[in-house]
């Protein structure tokens, strides 16, 4: 298989069909470029830096073109998708993404997504009865803590922004954006204490 | 039809018969507009005609419905978002 998808490259490039880096850059671009390290760095951010958080909140997908996926401007600022918004975890409320009608979701600030988002047990019960799946993640939130569920769609997609853990005042951003994971971003997982 | 923030509406209840992104456990069910997200192409158009062939935009708005509304008493207090395009709405 590799070899043939290996021929049928060269033989691309050969006809001028492909540049001879093209398919390198676009497996680049999904294996390194963007994915959940993306996502914890915004979230990070958002953390340290109030001014961050706000304009996060208040319209992230101008952040993201302003900035690009990495946070350094360099990268990449043109979302495949119109909107991103940035929804807040917090002592009383809860959010966790889903996409009910297919997988729609953020894939530059998380990467590629789990298989279980796109399950239809995933789908058809986060909606239904969030607060049993969320338990079944490991994530056991109060009685009294207050669920949001955000149902994407092509158009405009989430990203959760978790609480900061406490214990983490001293931790840089770096070491902050490791307390991030994806399903964090998702919000089937709390922000990690640190050890 | 244009809504504001705030406004109860009422998700439409038809049958699709074609590509919709308005799914069917919201149908016919009463939410209240929380926000508009920006215009965009209608998918059921696009859909039937391509990407090239519509430019006309539908405003698309977020709108919240209680788990109750959706799946009786016993459904939990949680509430759900979804992001419906303005020919899905109507006034309620």
């Not at chain 1, 350094?72 to 119109?82: D, I, V």
């Not at chain 1, 214990?167 to 840089?172: N, R």
């Given at each position: 298989m590799a070899r043939r998808v290996a021929q049928l490259e060269a033989l691309l490039i050969d006809r001028g069909a492909?540049?001879?880096?093209q398919v390198d850059d676009v497996e680049d671009v999904f294996c390194?470029?963007?994915?959940?390290q993306n996502g914890a760095r915004y979230v990070a951010r958002a953390w340290v830096d109030p001014d961050f958080r706000g304009a996060l909140l208040a319209d992230a997908t101008a952040v993201v073109r302003e900035r690009g996926y990495d946070l350094?401007?360099?990268?990449?600022?043109?979302?495949?998708?119109?909107q991103l918004i940035a929804v807040e975890n917090t002592p009383s409320t809860h959010n966790v993404v889903v996409c009910t009608l297919c997988s729609c979701y953020p894939v530059p600030l998380l990467g590629p997504s789990p298989r279980w988002y796109k399950s239809f047990a995933y789908r058809s019960r986060v909606v239904r009865e969030p607060r049993a799946v969320l338990a079944e993640f490991g994530l056991t939130l109060g009685p009294d803590v207050e669920i949001n569920v955000w149902d994407s769609n092509a158009d405009c997609r989430y990203l959760v922004i978790p609480e900061r853990p406490p214990?983490?005042?001293?931790?840089?951003e770096d070491q902050l954006a490791a307390l991030v994971s994806r399903d964090a971003l998702i919000g089937t997982a709390l922000a990690r204490e640190p050890r | 039809m244009s809504f504001t923030p705030g406004q109860p509406v009422r998700a439409q209840l038809r049958s699709a018969s074609g590509h919709t992104r308005?799914?069917?456990?919201?149908?016919?069910r009463r939410g209240v507009v929380c926000a508009l997200r920006g215009r965009f192409p209608l998918p059921d158009e696009l859909a039937k005609h391509?990407?090239?062939a519509s430019s006309a935009l539908e405003a698309l708005y977020s709108v919240r419905f209680a788990a109750r509304d959706l799946w009786?008493?016993?459904?939990?207090?949680h509430d759900i978002y979804l992001d419906l395009y303005e020919s899905y709405l109507t006034h309620a």
């Open positions: 492909l540049g001879a880096t390194h470029r963007m994915g959940a350094t401007g360099s990268s990449n600022r043109e979302l495949p998708f119109l214990g983490t005042d001293d931790l840089t | 308005l799914p069917l456990y919201v149908r016919g391509g990407a090239g009786g008493e016993d459904a939990g207090d």
